[in-house]
């Protein structure tokens, strides 16, 4: 059983950054392939990025291509998403997950959720 633990959302302006962390409770971390998905109110769950368990390789929707990164330390059990150039329409909660099927952008391939973390995005 993982555990996902997620922190760093907040309040930001438009055009501003903000760097979220999951932290794993496994330590075999380094063997899921995690990603990080967004919902915002009044709206479905949206995949944003993904990352492999090396890290060798990663994906990320469209609308946040360039703008966010997606990496992680298997030494600290630990996710990251740093968001950059960010838009109010990135307002959302922000959810990291664990899968140990092969890479997916569907949320129904992941197995472990985090409770999520806010972040919104003024203009």
């Known amino acids: 059983q993982v555990q996902l633990v997620e922190s760093g959302g907040g309040l930001v302006q438009a055009g501003g950054s903000l760097r979220l962390s999951c932290v794993a409770s496994?330590?075999?971390?380094?063997?899921?392939?995690m990603a990080w998905f967004r919902q915002a109110p009044g709206k479905e769950r949206e995949f944003v990025a993904a990352?492999?368990?090396?890290?060798?390789?990663?994906d990320y929707v469209d609308s946040v291509q360039g703008r966010f990164t997606v990496s992680r330390d298997n030494a600290k059990n630990t996710l990251y998403l740093e968001m950059n150039s960010l838009k109010p329409e990135d307002t959302a909660v922000y959810y990291c997950?664990?899968?140990?099927?092969?890479?997916?952008?569907?949320?129904?391939?992941?197995?472990?959720w985090g409770q999520g973390t806010q972040v919104i995005v003024s203009s």
């Open positions: 990352i492999s368990g090396g890290s060798r390789n990663t």
């Open positions: 997950a664990a899968s140990t099927i092969a890479p997916s952008r569907r949320g129904d391939q992941y197995g472990y």
């Open positions: 496994e330590r075999a971390f380094s063997v899921y392939y």
